[in-house]
Structure formats: structure tokens, C-alpha cells
DNA sequence: GCCAAAAGTTAGACAAGGCTAACAATCTGC
DNA sequence: GCAGATTGTTAGCCTTGTCTAACTTTTGGC
């Protein structure tokens, strides 16, 4: 389902060239780093929308740690992508695929974060490393990490 | 040590703007990002020197699953990185930094690939996670992961 | 020792993701 | 209801990382 949402949103990457499965991981590891921003921005999107009403450029670019005009050219390509829809000095919505994707995301988001404070880090730094980690987890590990941070 | 290296080879990020500890995390991701590929290369050339004997082009590219002539522009920018050196139509030599942050990213792959295989993932699944999650580990969470991997 | 194949390089294109500078639209306080 | 502040956009530049096409150098088989 959302691997479907993902595929979708990825131009196709020429597929792997021999057999090795190192040259296929590393494909695959550069699939997962195009779509990166695209998810950090949808996740962000739905949460100021959820907590200030609405989602506005320039909380997004505060947020991000990026400048006004990034994020301008940013929202064009998730809008071209189908992910967010927007009108011309008005904030951000997110579109049904953007939604899905969003709640995909925070739901990674938030078992990586919960297994790393659950094996002992502080949060804040768990806060930090989930952002990294995150894009990063096979459905077999993030089942692993839900499992090991819901254990009793 | 290594985190020395690391800033030496970054070209600065421009400092974070507010005070804003999610806009420092994506900074700091996108620092991390910067890093990876320079990370896989150096790693995989120390792989090949070490299998091989030398370390060609022409494998590098194999390995990466990219074409010769990126291989050949990467090769380009770790050399004005100090990471590698090489002469025309020779095989690649790592530089001293460069063997540094090889056995850096080696022992922290060997780390996060053990700590992987030691929650339950398939080694397979295993190495191909390793690979995009070894970059996003900070120290803190490393010590972690090797306690996690090495207890009885 | 030559010549074809393999390996390496160079040139040039393109998209993504950053930035600054300059301009346009909207919002707000009086 | 207007002026100044805030927000948003556009234009243009840069680097990275990918590609294909075309060329050069090295290597290896006979």
C-alpha cells in the first residue's frame, strides 16, 4: 500500500545493472535519499496543519532550517509530484497521496523513536537520530523495532 | 577524532538560523547526507584493496551500480577532499585521512549490521539496512547498539 | 609486437537542493 | 485605509550526483 504511494512518487531508477546485491543496496539507498525531503516535508506539512491550522512557508522554512525560496522551489516539485495542492501567496494543503504519506511517515517516526528511547537514549538525541533513521528501515526491521520497544 | 575528520571535509553548513532544535536536526541530517557517499566510496575502496589488492574504477563502479564516468567524477571531488589519490589510468589509493574515516565507517557498519542480526533480521535484510542506516547513528546510539549486540 | 578489447577519461546534459538579491502581495496597527 | 513589516515569489547562481556519447590509454592474446 504505501510502498505502492512510494514507487509512485519515485521516478524509476534504471534498474541494477549485474546481479550484485552490494550495487542493489546501494540503489536502493539512493531510491530511499530522493524521496528523504519529500517525506520530511509531507510529515512536517500535516503537522502544522494539525497543531497551527494551517501550514504556511515560512514555518516551514523556520522548521526546516532552510531559506523562504528553497522551500518555494521545494513545495513546486511536491506539487508536481501530486503530494500538496496551493495557490499563489496561500499556505499548503496536502493531497489524499500527501496524507497517506504523511501518516505513513509519522507512524516510522514514531516506533523508531520509542524503540530508541526504549533501548536507553535520551530523547533528544533519539529525536535526532529517528530523523536520520527513519527513511532508512525495511517493513521487517521497523516490525522489529515495534516489537522491542513494545515489549513488556 | 573522527568527527574532526568529518568537519574537515564538509564544507560549512551554514549555521543554524533560530535556536530551533527540530531545524538543527535537519540540518544535521543533511550534513550527514552530504557525507554518505564520500563514506561508501572510501569504504568500498578499502574493501577492494583489501580483497583485491587495488582498488579500479571499473569495480568501484560495479560495486556502487552506477556508470564509469560518475565513478570517475567522484573519484575527482574525494581527491580535492584529501580522501583519495591516483594518477591517470592507475587504480585509487586512500590518503591517510582517507584510511581514518574507512576503518571509522567500517566499524560502525560492522556495529550496526551485528546489532541488526542480533534483534532478529535475516542477515540479507540485515546488510541492506546496515547500509542506510550506518551514516544516521550517533555516537550515543552506537554505544547502544554494540552493548545491545554484545550482551549475553 | 600488434591489434582488439577492456578500462579510463572528458565533454556535456539534466535534476535536485541549496543560496542571495530583488520584487510582489498580504497583513496589521494606528 | 494606508504605510511599513511580514510573507511569498522569481530569477539566477552553485554544487552534487547521475547519465550518454565519444575519445584515449592500457592490457592481453596470438
Chains 1, 2 share one sequence.
Do not use: W
Not at 118 to 146: K, M, N, Q, W, Y
Amino acid at each position: 500500500m504505501t510502498n505502492v504511494d512510494l514507487q509512485k512518487i519515485n521516478a524509476v531508477e534504471p534498474e541494477a545493472r549485474a546481479g550484485d546485491a552490494r550495487a542493489e543496496a546501494f540503489q536502493g539507498v539512493r531510491v530511499a535519499r530522493r524521496n528523504e525531503l519529500a517525506e520530511d516535508y509531507v510529515e512536517l506539512i500535516a503537522e502544522l496543519i494539525h497543531n497551527q491550522g494551517e501550514a504556511r512557508p515560512v514555518d516551514i522554512a523556520t522548521k526546516m532550517g532552510v531559506t523562504a525560496p528553497t522551500v518555494a522551489k521545494t513545495l513546486g516539485r511536491l506539487a508536481r509530484d501530486g503530494l500538496i495542492t496551493r495557490a499563489k501567496y496561500r499556505s499548503v494543503f496536502l493531497t489524499e497521496e500527501g496524507r497517506a504519506l504523511a501518516k505513513e511517515c509519522r507512524h516510522r517516526h514514531e516506533i523508531v523513536l520509542r524503540f530508541l528511547i526504549r533501548l536507553g537514549l535520551d530523547p533528544e538525541t533519539a529525536e535526532h537520530d529517528a530523523e536520520g533513521i527513519e527513511h532508512h528501515v525495511s517493513e521487517r526491521t521497523l516490525a522489529l523495532f515495534a516489537a522491542f520497544a513494545n515489549r513488556s
